[in-house]
């Protein structure tokens, strides 16, 4: 399905990923610059999903490709990228105010954390819910306008939410530790009793069950937000992935074998296999994340389209599989290039920080995508085991 915002975006955003690439410096791989904000929270690419529009959204192919462009850069601009997407589709859950809507069209950058949920507690005082809690993995929230998380009803520990919060109310609680996606800043952060309007709070457990909201002549992505946030990471480390084996590829043709009798890396048979294998392999994930994307795009914009359980834990462990194939091709690389790879602050050093955090993010790690699949194929339950799919 080809909608008016589909055909303006693919001028736009390639139009956007020029500009960031312009002004992309060396003094962004921490922590974004003003300068490199400033355009990002303009970007129609921070949004791509959006279902607020009369022409409704764009696709999730398109969220994919712009963060494999954008990983090659960087892969922490891309995470940013593909988190504020999957957050535009949990979006289209709420009937918010006009003042939010208002900031959101302001900084249109978004986060999201799923997590474990904090909690609401009824306050007579203010007539409002009370949001306290901690969140790991904040990706982005301080350059974000608002941040969704989970919450529970203090009364219903059962009943849990999706909440919007103003980013600007959230504290640190621990910094960003990790060595790798640095920019990303994906502190831990904490909400001490911020007022949570009604309009800014929606049952989580009718998302989790897959239901769609119908907005005007199109469908939504509301309903398949897990399946959104899997594709949207793995494309910023595919993107990253695909960085590192073009600067192998260059090296290869000025630097020698050492040890060895061949002046060029690439007057060796050997490497030359390696190379070739590697660039299949990463076609090959590629083309598994584009099939993802593609399931989800022909659900989301068909509305009787429904995925089945199977479906939805199938898109899952092959994410899973896109993302452990990064980590091992990038691997492989550094075995062809050689130690000074590792170098601190190097090229192929970043990237493979980078790809191995990345690639643990808790929607992939700990084998729990490959048991809910195996749970599913012998007729049980995955949900019993996990929400995410």
Not at 91 to 116: C, F, H, P, Q, W
Not at 270 to 277: H, K, N, P, S, Y
Request: include cysteine; aromatic fraction near 8%.
């Amino acid at each position: 399905m080809t909608t008016e915002f589909s055909h303006y975006e693919e001028q736009s955003l390639e139009v956007g990923v020029e500009r960031i690439a312009r002004i992309y410096s060396e003094r962004d791989k921490e922590c974004f610059s003003e300068e490199l904000l400033a355009v990002l929270r303009t970007l129609d690419m921070m949004k791509i999903l959006d279902e607020t529009r009369n022409s409704g959204p764009g696709t999730l192919r398109e969220v994919l490709d712009i963060c494999m462009k954008l990983g090659k850069i960087d892969a922490s601009l891309a995470w940013i990228v593909g988190v504020s997407n999957s957050a535009w589709s949990m979006r289209s859950n709420y009937d918010l105010d006009e003042n939010t809507v208002s900031t959101m069209s302001n900084n249109k950058i978004l986060a999201m954390v799923l997590g474990r949920p904090g909690l609401l507690k009824w306050d007579r005082e203010s007539n409002t819910y009370l949001l306290n809690g901690e969140w790991k993995y904040a990706s982005g929230w301080q350059y974000s306008s608002f941040f969704f998380c989970v919450a529970a009803l203090e009364e219903n520990k059962q009943d849990i939410r999706m909440v919007v919060v103003p980013a600007e109310l959230l504290e640190i609680s621990e910094e960003w530790q990790a060595t790798g996606l640095r920019a990303t800043q994906s502190a831990t952060v904490r909400a001490k009793n911020i007022q949570i309007a009604g309009r800014r709070m929606v049952d989580y457990t009718q998302i989790l069950l897959g239901n769609k909201v119908a907005k005007g002549s199109f469908c939504s992505y509301s309903g398949f937000f897990t399946g959104v946030l899997m594709c949207c990471l793995i494309g910023s480390i595919l993107g990253a992935t695909e960085a590192a084996l073009d600067y192998v590829v260059d090296t290869v043709n000025k630097s020698p074998v050492l040890g060895s009798t061949y002046a060029l890396m690439s007057d060796s048979g050997a490497i030359r296999a390696e190379l070739g294998r590697l660039r299949s392999m990463l076609d090959m994930y590629k083309r598994a994340a584009e099939y993802n994307a593609e399931i989800i795009d022909k659900a989301a914009r068909e509305e009787s389209a429904v995925l089945s359980t199977q479906d939805r834990v199938d898109n899952r462990g092959r994410a899973t599989l896109v993302m452990r194939g990064c980590v091992n091709i990038v691997q492989d690389l550094l075995w062809v290039y050689g130690a000074s790879g590792l170098n601190q602050g190097s090229f192929l050093e970043k990237i493979w920080r980078d790809v191995n955090v990345g690639a643990r993010h808790g929607g992939f790690s700990k084998l729990v995508p490959e048991e809910a699949v195996g749970l599913s194929m012998i007729g049980r339950n995955p949900r019993d085991l996990t929400q995410m799919f």
